[in-house]
């Protein structure tokens, strides 16, 4: 999928915006969970907000356009507002994957709705078009979406369709990319700050300082995948697999109500 991104500018430019709404989403769950929570400081600092400049991280964001990975600026979060802090953290961090894994849940369940409505208006059997889908190596996600429409419902289908199909499986392969790969364990990650709640306080300060040098860290994974493509699939193997994992059951899950 990302491979494809570097040689087609129409599809770069459909996941612009999907990467500006899977970051946001991402970081306005972080601050509303903290609020829940009795921290109002991402409110106060006016992160509760839609607007994507609100949010960006230019590593992550380059990173997300680039490899398909990435993450946005934190929001900030006065530990001593929470009520539990130790639990509190933890469901802070948690926030902003989950609410990840909705938005690519909601797409897919958008893609096979829209299959199942133009299947109908086409008087094409829903039978045969979970066959194709169910024939395919891999998720329906990753292939060009104008081809695999024209294929399953053998004649041509409309552009415009064809290019709104495309940009939800992009949008929910960005959010599924987004979810692991912020789990990681790595600060600023949300991840580490999983990691740090289990932490002794003086243990888990000293890991979180890892941050000003993780931005170097994630920079040169950029320069070097693309300088060395293999070098992405070793890296990255784990959180692919983790990805395609999601889209496979997030498939099966919508073919059931075919």
């Not at 915006?17 to 509303?32: N, Q, R, T």
């Not at 008087?123 to 889908?133: S, W, Y």
């Not at 429409?149 to 415009?160: D, K, T, Y």
């Not at 959010?175 to 789990?183: D, V, Y």
Request: hydrophobic fraction near 55%.
């Amino acid at each position: 999928m990302f491979n494809l991104l570097r040689n087609d500018l129409g599809l770069f430019l459909l996941m612009v915006p999907a990467v500006l709404i899977a970051l946001v989403v991402h970081e306005v769950s972080h601050g509303y969970v903290a609020y829940l929570c009795g921290d109002n400081t991402a409110k106060a600092y006016g992160r509760l907000t839609l607007n994507p400049l609100k949010h960006l991280d230019p590593f992550g964001a380059i990173m997300m356009l680039l490899i398909g990975f990435g993450y946005a600026r934190p929001v900030p979060v006065n530990y001593r507002n929470l009520r539990k802090p130790r639990r509190d953290i933890a469901l802070v961090a948690l926030a902003g994957p989950l609410s990840n894994l909705l938005l690519a849940l909601v797409a897919c369940v958008l893609y096979f709705v829209i299959l199942l409505i133009y299947a109908a208006s086409a008087d094409v059997r829903l039978e045969t078009v979970a066959a194709g889908i169910r024939w395919l190596p891999s998720p329906a996600a990753y292939y060009d979406q104008n081809w695999l429409m024209n294929a399953l419902f053998m004649g041509e289908v409309p552009r415009l369709l064809t290019t709104f199909m495309q940009f939800l499986t992009l949008f929910a392969t960005v959010n599924i990319g987004l979810a692991p790969f912020n789990l990681v364990p790595l600060p600023p990650l949300d991840g580490s700050k999983i990691l740090g709640s289990l932490l002794p306080p003086q243990t888990a300060a000293r890991y979180l300082r890892l941050e000003y040098y993780s931005r170097f860290f994630f920079l040169g994974i950029v320069l070097l995948s693309w300088l060395f493509p293999s070098l992405y699939d070793i890296v990255f193997w784990p959180l692919e697999f983790l990805r395609t994992a999601i889209l496979n059951f997030y498939q099966w899950l919508m073919l059931l109500l075919f």
